[in-house]
């Protein structure tokens, strides 16, 4: 019986890696298997990967008073930022409405993605303030502490050292959120370097373009092998009912199907 579980174990071993599923991801979920005592069956494996990449984020997100979406050039930050908000005042059970949800713009410079901002504010009929100090944006978030604020971080302060500083220092408060966009389709080295400029702040990941680029098993391993955090995926461009909260049991069937 112990040498037909070990073959069992070994065919589903070399399975995944034909999937596309590195060694380190596998070895660690069957590692995980092994100390529950479950079969190293490919079911419990997408179950448990998909467990392992997934953080219920909705609470947090409805509970929280500033949102700081941080991200590379191009991945649909400021399109984010409009999903959320636009999801925040859709919440029938929230008191959310115009007058307390405001966009912040961070950026040294970028003249388009303000103007992109300044455009959802107006669909959206939101204030937009934009700032290119940290201690700005700071003195705003204290001064409004009953706003449900939202932050457009531009690049040049994802690469910051001061500004992860300032990341640091507020980590710990429960009412800020940290989340961090990553286009679908991106490689292991720069989602490597994106993860660094974050590390050890545990960001929520939001996963962006995916009905531009299908995910696979290559990435899924990436994402777990990086320890990415999924909260939110985002396909489309449009900004109303267009945000969904990553989900355990639709990823694994996801992974069966795929």
Known sequence: LTSLNSNIDNTNFIKLLKEGYSKQTINNVFEHLNKKENSRSLS?????????????????????????VTGLTGVGKTTIC?????????QSIS???????????????????????????????????????????????????????IVDISKDFLVDKNFYNYLKIIHSDNRKLLLNVIQSGI???????????????SPINVLTKLDEIIVNSYDFSMYHDLNCKLGLLSG??????????????????YMKEY
């Open 44 to 68: 419990n494996f997408y179950s448990i990967l998909s467990n392992k990449l997934t953080f219920d984020v909705k609470d947090k997100l409805l509970d929280s008073k500033t949102i700081l």
């Open 82 to 90: 409009a999903k959320i908000a636009s999801y925040l005042l859709d």
């Open 95 to 149: 008191s959310h409405n115009n007058d307390n949800i405001t966009f912040l713009n961070l950026g040294k410079t970028s003249p388009n993605k303000i103007s992109n901002l300044f455009n959802f504010g107006r669909v959206l009929n939101l204030n937009v303030h934009t700032f290119s100090e940290i201690e700005n944006l700071d003195k705003y978030i204290l001064e409004n502490k009953d706003e449900i604020i």
């Open 187 to 201: 490689n292991f080295k720069s989602l490597e370097k994106q993860m660094s400029y974050l590390d050890g702040l």
């Open 236 to 253: 489309t461009k449009n900004i109303i009912d267009s945000i969904a909260f990553a989900n355990s049991l639709i990823l694994a069937q």
